[in-house]
């Protein structure tokens, strides 16, 4: 694929861009404001990255951006599909979006992301919520101005949801919450088909970006004054082997060093399975590789794992952690757990209070099963009642939280390099930053320090964060 071939169908919108932002001049003309949008993302780091890319289409066709969505023109939902709840709340809102519809029957609602690639969603809102305005899914998303420019000629519904994937369009505009920080496709889909898991059905398979276009990305950033970058990918671990001139993940790392003006490099998700020790190499030499590392282990049952198609073992996933923390002695794990997968004994439960006990993780994002419709699990014998789960949720935080609040206790009074991201919401006089091992710590000082990085000592321990002071 040349520069030019894939740059062209980004182009191809540039005549609808500038059609709708005419149409949106003439509405301030009459009307003396703006029209605004309102964008809810839900889900994961992948999908606020889209919506950074929806926003900044949005903005580049004369939409100004609204926090209230009561006086919205024109509302965005990116949805998720990998819980339930997170379908529920949009069917939720979607009926009291008929209302703000009543009072503004101009109001655009729009979805998109991973929930509408589902057959039986579109059949739903086919059904009952035939008042949205334009549906697209994961795949398309660069066509977000023509989509908005047919809507409006047609005056009908637009639906366009792709099966598959097309070519990756680089150079899409994108508007960054963050201003120091940012983060960085390197692949899209996913190829690991874990029983429980839509995501594969929804963003389709494996499919790398080429080293240099993600290397321009990046220095662009970093003159533009981001010093911390997060690649994304379903499964950093196994990126680079679709591309032409296959390149591992670690050699992508170590090129991604070498930026100059960069400081921190962060990455996820990585897979046990794919985890090589070509990688823990590279992140213990590459200076600028966080001493963090985010590793879903889901079950520490070698049984519960087989079942989820995890392709590991809890003695393989131990080995592994131990062979980081030998290498980066000092370094912070993260995890995802899964309570209540089909089948899963009490036995099987234990291995994971074990697993979590062993490994000592400085942070989980921890999950009650849900069942998806058209992922194998769903149909497995076995679901685990309610209160059970519940019981074992409520039981797993219990292991959880201590060794969390140890191992952050075991920072008190250690002197710790904070990238300084915002004001407190809270407290105006507090400012939050990240340390390199991803500690969250909260210190007095004001905002002129947001964007450095600076020394922070650590006085005290509530458990999910740090209070420091500046040295
Ligand atoms: N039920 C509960 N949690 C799930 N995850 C993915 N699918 C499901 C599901 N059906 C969790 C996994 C994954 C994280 C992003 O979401 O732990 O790592
Ligand atoms: Fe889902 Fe498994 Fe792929 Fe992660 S690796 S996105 S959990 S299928």
Same mark, same amino acid.
């Given at each position: 694929?040349?520069?030019?071939?894939?740059?062209?169908?980004?182009?191809?919108?540039?005549?609808?861009?500038?059609?709708?932002?005419?149409?949106?001049?003439?509405? %301030?003309?009459?009307?003396?404001?703006?029209?605004?949008?309102?964008?809810?993302?839900?889900?994961?780091?992948?999908?606020?990255?889209?919506?950074?890319? *929806?926003?900044?289409?949005?903005?580049?066709?004369?939409?100004?951006?609204?926090?209230?969505?009561?006086?919205?023109?024109?509302?965005?939902?990116?949805? +998720?599909?990998?819980?339930?709840?997170?379908?529920?709340?949009?069917?939720?809102?979607?009926?009291?979006?008929?209302?703000?519809?009543?009072?503004?029957?101009?109001?655009?609602?729009?979805?998109?992301? +991973?929930?509408?690639?589902?057959?039986?969603?579109?059949?739903?809102?086919?059904?009952?919520?035939?008042?949205?305005?334009? *549906?697209? @899914?994961?795949?398309?998303?660069?066509?977000?101005?023509?989509?908005?420019?047919?809507?409006?000629?047609?005056?009908?519904?637009?639906?366009?949801?792709?099966? $598959?994937?097309?070519?990756?369009?680089?150079?899409?505009?994108? =508007?960054?919450?963050?201003?120091?920080?940012?983060?960085?496709? &390197?692949?899209?889909? +996913?190829?690991?088909? +874990?029983?429980?898991?839509?995501?594969?059905?929804?963003? @389709?398979?494996?499919?790398?970006?080429?080293? $240099?276009?993600?290397?321009?990305? &990046?220095?662009?950033?970093? #003159?533009?004054?981001?010093?911390?970058?997060?690649?994304?990918?379903?499964? =950093?671990?196994?990126?680079?082997?679709?591309?032409?001139?296959?390149?591992?993940?670690?050699?992508? /790392?170590?090129?991604?060093?070498?930026?100059?003006?960069?400081?921190?490099?962060? %990455?996820?998700?990585?897979?046990?399975?794919?985890?090589?020790?070509?990688?823990?190499? #590279?992140?213990?030499?590459?200076?600028?590789?966080?001493?963090? /590392?985010?590793?879903?282990?889901?079950?520490?049952?070698?049984?519960?794992?087989?079942?989820?198609?995890?392709?590991?073992?809890?003695?393989?996933?131990?080995?592994?952690?131990?062979?980081?923390?030998? #290498?980066?002695?000092?370094?912070?794990?993260?995890?995802?757990?899964?309570?209540? %997968?089909? @089948?899963?004994?009490?036995?099987?439960?234990?291995?994971?209070?074990?697993?979590?006990?062993? =490994?000592?993780?400085?942070?989980?994002?921890?999950?009650?099963?849900?069942?998806?419709?058209?992922?194998?699990?769903?149909?497995?014998?076995?679901?685990?009642?309610?209160?059970?789960?519940?019981?074992?949720?409520?039981?797993?935080?219990?292991? /959880?939280?201590?060794?969390?609040?140890?191992?952050?206790?075991?920072?008190?009074?250690?002197?710790?390099?904070?990238?300084?991201?915002?004001?407190?919401?809270?407290? $105006?006089?507090?400012?939050?930053?990240?340390?390199?091992?991803?500690?969250?710590?909260?210190?007095?000082?004001?905002?002129?320090?947001?964007?450095?990085?600076?020394? =922070?000592? &650590?006085?005290?321990?509530?458990?999910?964060?740090?209070? @420091? $002071?500046?040295?």
């Amino acid at each position: 694929m040349t520069e030019k071939n894939y740059n062209s169908l980004f182009e191809q919108q540039k005549n609808y861009v500038s059609q709708i932002n005419d149409w949106n001049n003439e509405y %301030f003309k009459l009307n003396g404001k703006r029209r605004k949008f309102y964008c809810l993302t839900m889900g994961c780091q992948m999908n606020a990255h889209d919506s950074e890319k *929806i926003i900044g289409m949005l903005k580049d066709m004369g939409y100004d951006e609204t926090a209230n969505e009561n006086e919205a023109d024109f509302v965005i939902y990116n949805t +998720c599909c990998v819980r339930e709840n997170a379908e529920m709340k949009v069917y939720g809102k979607l009926g009291w979006l008929k209302n703000l519809k009543k009072k503004n029957p101009e109001l655009l609602i729009v979805l998109c992301g +991973c929930m509408v690639q589902q057959d039986t969603v579109i059949e739903q809102l086919n059904k009952t919520y035939n008042y949205v305005d334009i *549906i697209f @899914g994961t795949y398309n998303l660069y066509k977000l101005p023509e989509l908005i420019a047919t809507r409006i000629e047609t005056g009908s519904q637009v639906c366009d949801i792709w099966k $598959e994937h097309g070519e990756i369009v680089e150079d899409l505009p994108t =508007v960054r919450e963050y201003k120091y920080k940012s983060s960085v496709n &390197i692949m899209y889909g +996913c190829n690991n088909f +874990c029983t429980y898991c839509i995501v594969p059905y929804v963003r @389709g398979r494996e499919r790398s970006r080429q080293p $240099e276009d993600i290397l321009k990305e &990046i220095r662009e950033l970093v #003159a533009d004054g981001v010093k911390e970058i997060m690649l994304l990918g379903q499964n =950093v671990n196994s990126y680079g082997k679709n591309l032409e001139t296959p390149t591992t993940f670690a050699q992508l /790392l170590r090129q991604i060093n070498e930026v100059e003006g960069l400081e921190r490099i962060r %990455f996820m998700t990585s897979h046990p399975k794919d985890l090589s020790d070509e990688l823990i190499e #590279a992140m213990r030499d590459c200076d600028k590789i966080c001493k963090y /590392l985010h590793l879903p282990v889901q079950s520490g049952s070698s049984n519960v794992l087989k079942r989820m198609n995890r392709n590991y073992t809890k003695e393989h996933y131990l080995g592994l952690v131990e062979k980081i923390k030998k #290498a980066i002695p000092d370094i912070m794990l993260s995890t995802d757990i899964i309570v209540g %997968f089909p @089948g899963e004994t009490e036995e099987d439960f234990q291995e994971t209070l074990d697993i979590i006990r062993k =490994v000592r993780y400085s942070t989980a994002f921890t999950f009650i099963y849900s069942k998806r419709t058209g992922t194998p699990a769903a149909n497995m014998e076995d679901q685990i009642p309610e209160d059970v789960v519940k019981d074992r949720f409520d039981r797993m935080l219990n292991v /959880l939280n201590p060794i969390i609040h140890e191992i952050n206790n075991s920072q008190v009074g250690q002197v710790l390099d904070v990238l300084v991201e915002d004001t407190s919401k809270q407290d $105006e006089n507090i400012m939050t930053g990240r340390a390199n091992n991803n500690s969250l710590v909260h210190f007095e000082g004001s905002k002129d320090l947001i964007g450095q990085i600076i020394k =922070v000592k &650590i006085v005290d321990n509530k458990t999910f964060y740090l209070i @420091g $002071e500046r040295v």
